[in-house]
């Protein structure tokens, strides 16, 4: 068997520092991996289990329910007031078994291998480098000050930024996708913090005819139902946008089996429809964020951008692994900001995916 030559899986090389902090008598306060902690919003789960009796094999394409709920709420989510992403063509959405399945293989289901590049941030999520990899193309970290490599065949782009929490202004995203596609690129633009700006932040999707001049050719968002909606247990991520792309996607997907189990496609139709929940898990971390950011600046941390999303990108100006050690210590394990590429090895990554008790913990341990 030759298996593809991967990175080491990054989270195991945190046991030591996860051991100490677990010691800490009061308890652990884990804010490393991001996994929501709050409720699945109860209409999901019964539309989860009113699905149970699903003997026969669910659509790859999904239910047309389900694709009519995506571009409904993407229209009226990121619509009127804030952006303008309406009029989405229900047919060129594709339900995924959450979004890293769809980030790991997207290369590979493009038919992108050897000598083609796939550029991401120089700070991202470790999957779209592992996605190229898998594929047998290469992987390449792009500054979002740099230009482009000119061989790359996929360009991702990921606004709000995990693990920074920077949001790209719809003329950042414009000017990307403008450069991506005078080089032929495909442009999968990761938006599953998308729901979660900050207070006073617009957060643009690359749907937005603002960002995409009205032509979606080249071009792919990325969502998960995990973070806004708290379903990350149930694998629920979509992929739209050119209709052509998607159509290709879909081929592909149901050759290989790549498919979403009915009952929870269900499950995401419901949640799709649920703008008052994703609207108060928005509240929650916001709430959240605003503990913990000043006790980590109290605590002598600087926190750079963090305006959105599920992180805050702090750094004590030490290398990340003594920062971890050191929040350990005090009972809070945190991520080294080294996992998402080597321009964080100064920063340590914060979730926000605690209980509001959790977080009030850690707030206090930081000061004392
Ligand atoms: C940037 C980014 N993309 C994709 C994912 C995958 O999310 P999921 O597979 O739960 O949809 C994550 C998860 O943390 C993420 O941070």
């Not at 061989?151 to 790209?168: I, K, M």
């Not at 080089?183 to 938006?191: N, P």
């Not at 503990?291 to 941390?301: K, S």
């Amino acid at each position: 068997m030759r298996f593809p030559a991967l990175p080491d899986f990054p989270w195991d090389s945190l046991t030591g520092a996860a051991a100490v902090a677990r010691g800490h008598p009061d308890g652990v306060v884990d804010l490393s991996v991001g996994t929501p902690v709050d409720p699945v919003p109860e209409a999901v789960g019964e539309a989860l289990r009113a699905a149970w009796d699903s003997p026969g094999y669910p659509q790859t394409w999904g239910t047309p329910a389900l694709r009519e709920a995506a571009a409904a709420a993407l229209g009226r989510r990121h619509g009127a007031g804030r952006s303008a992403v309406e009029g989405l063509d229900p047919d060129a959405v594709l339900p995924t078994v959450g979004s890293k399945e769809l980030v790991a293989w997207l290369p590979t289901l493009l038919g992108l291998g050897d000598g083609d590049v796939v550029a991401f941030p120089d700070l991202a999520y470790p999957t779209y480098e592992v996605g190229a990899q898998l594929a047998g193309a290469r992987p390449v970290r792009v500054g979002d000050d740099e230009p482009l490599p000119a061989d790359a065949r996929l360009v991702w782009l990921n606004s709000p930024s995990n693990p920074t929490g920077r949001v790209l202004d719809a003329a950042a995203l414009a000017a990307r996708i403008a450069e991506a596609r005078a080089l032929g690129a495909v442009v999968a633009a990761d938006e599953c913090y998308l729901g979660l700006p900050g207070p006073g932040v617009v957060a643009t999707s690359v749907l937005d005819p603002v960002v995409h001049g009205g032509d979606l050719e080249g071009l792919l968002a990325v969502h998960s139902l995990s973070k806004i909606s708290n379903l990350a247990g149930y694998r629920a991520g979509l992929v739209l946008g050119d209709p052509a792309l998607v159509a290709g996607l879909l081929q592909v997907r149901k050759h290989a089996g790549m498919i979403v189990p009915r009952p929870v496609q269900e499950a995401m139709t419901a949640a799709l429809g649920d703008d008052v929940g994703v609207a108060a898990t928005r509240d929650r971390y916001d709430a959240r964020r605003a503990v913990l950011r000043p006790a980590l600046e109290a605590a002598g941390m600087r926190i750079e951008h963090s305006e959105a999303g599920l992180y805050l990108w702090a750094t004590a100006d030490e290398p990340c692994r003594a920062t971890v050690d050191r929040l350990a210590a005090r009972g809070i394990l945190v991520a080294p900001g080294e996992f998402y590429g080597p321009a964080g090895a100064a920063h340590v990554r914060v979730a926000l995916t605690a209980s509001d008790e959790r977080i009030a913990a850690a707030a206090q341990r930081l000061a004392g």
